[in-house]
């Protein structure tokens, strides 16, 4: 199921010529029986990125996490390694506080760098060691986990995109290059 055949059953076929339409979709959003096709699609699209991610990188991660999702070419500028430094915070806040309550949540980058960017190539192997220390620490089991997906290129993304409840595209579209992540 795809959120693109949700929207046409409720607005019709316009919108996919003139976006400026989908502010109709937004008469939908307290219909209960809406709210319940969106949740199927998401699920599914979770459960199908569920799929690759396991295939791609052996790693198991939960549908039922929150999917915070950041792709794009890897830059300073676009601020992976400030989100990486957000997953340290909280991975030290569980350390230091085992019991705190915190909603489940899958980090999912994927991205490539300039082959002679070595900056870029530095947070990639931030995030590959967040991910092996993170995702083999039984403190944090079931609450957070890290991934990196190899090999990112625009099949992939049309996966990613649709399962992400949360979506880290920074960089402000018109006002930052590469901008156009924001547009997806």
Request: a positive charge; proline letters at 4%.
């Amino acid at each position: 199921p795809k959120l693109s055949a949700l929207i046409t059953d409720m607005i019709g076929e316009d919108w996919k010529k003139d976006l400026s339409l989908l502010e109709e979709f937004g008469k939908f959003a307290k219909d209960k029986e809406v709210q319940a096709r969106f949740m199927e699609i998401k699920k599914a699209n979770k459960l199908d990125l569920c799929k690759i991610i396991e295939k791609l990188t052996g790693e198991r991660v939960s549908p039922d996490s929150i999917f915070d999702v950041q792709i794009k070419r890897l830059h300073m500028y676009k601020r992976q390694l400030l989100n990486a430094m957000h997953i340290i915070h909280l991975y030290q806040k569980i350390k230091e506080n085992p019991k705190i309550k915190i909603q489940p949540r899958t980090f999912i980058f994927a991205a490539k760098a300039a082959p002679a960017y070595l900056v870029a190539k530095a947070v990639i192997k931030l995030v590959n060691t967040l991910t092996e220390v993170i995702n083999n620490d039984v403190d944090v089991a079931g609450r957070i986990k890290v991934v990196f997906l190899p090999d990112y290129n625009v099949s992939l993304a049309e996966k990613i995109i649709p399962a992400a409840d949360i979506s880290e595209q920074i960089s402000t579209a018109g006002l930052e290059a590469s901008g156009t992540g924001n547009m997806k």
